[in-house]
Nanobody
């Protein structure tokens, strides 16, 4: 059974940091691209970041470039999203997703999804 379990969300002050984790099981993690998406209330789920199966390449949506860093540990079947200098606009449920083949920014191309973890940035 495929499982993606996110953790690390919470309430943080503007300017603060969080590190999200996504633990994967049930598929060949080390040969699967991984992505992070987020969904704010009333909005569509949007691409945040993605990383290749080896970790050698990654991409970010413009609004998080320079603040967020995606990484993965294939020995632990885990992908991370380090989020720094958070702003209220980053408030959303964050989802990790897995995609066979090359990474993508397109939500519909991902094969598996986690249940999400809530990130709230507020003073």
């Amino acid at each position: 059974e495929v499982q993606l379990v996110e953790s690390g969300g919470g309430l943080v002050l503007p300017g603060g940091s969080l590190r999200l984790s996504c633990a994967a099981s049930g598929f060949a993690f080390s040969s699967t691209a991984m992505g992070w998406f987020r969904q704010a209330p009333g909005k569509e789920r949007q691409f945040v970041s993605a990383i290749s199966f080896s970790g050698s390449s990654a991409d970010y949506t413009d609004s998080v470039k320079g603040r967020f860093t995606i990484s993965r540990d294939n020995t632990k079947n885990t992908v991370y999203l380090q989020m720094n200098n958070l702003s209220p606009e980053d408030t959303a449920a964050y989802y990790c997703a897995a995609k066979r083949g090359a990474w993508s920014t397109r939500r519909g191309e991902y094969d598996y999804w986690g249940q999400g973890t809530q990130v709230t940035v507020s003073s």
